[in-house]
């Protein structure tokens, strides 16, 4: 087992996420995103409630590394299974002793807070209710 590219594939989907995120956040791409933000405060099962262009690009950062250096699937889907959980844990208020209130601060300002806290703190975008 390949622990380094396990993390890769979790770094990977962060970066990949935090950026697309961004994105559907211009007027232009709302459209695709905006389901997702209908309610303020969301549980575990509004984790996928999004528009279906969303639900099917937005998983697909922590598979980049296993295609773009051909190996290593089994980490690249243990990557994909961490980050899955971790999404459905960052969307329910019953879960912010695992996962903190990051994302929920998200869906309350929209402004910020779009991915990980590291991201959003390395681009300027983290902020604190």
Known sequence: MNYF???????????????????????????????????????WKDTFYADKLE????????????????????????????CLVRGVLHHDQRFIFLAGDHHLIHHKRLNCNYGEKWIDLLFGTYCNE
């Open 55 to 82: 639900n099917t690009i937005m998983g697909l950062g922590s598979l980049l590394p296993a295609l773009l250096l051909n190996n290593n699937y089994l980490e690249a889907v243990i990557g994909s299974t961490i």
């Open 5 to 43: 590219f396990i993390l890769l594939s979790v770094m990977s989907y962060d970066i990949w996420f935090y950026l697309l995120h961004r994105m559907f956040h211009h007027k232009k791409l709302y459209l695709y995103h905006k389901k997702h933000h209908i309610k303020t405060y969301p549980t």
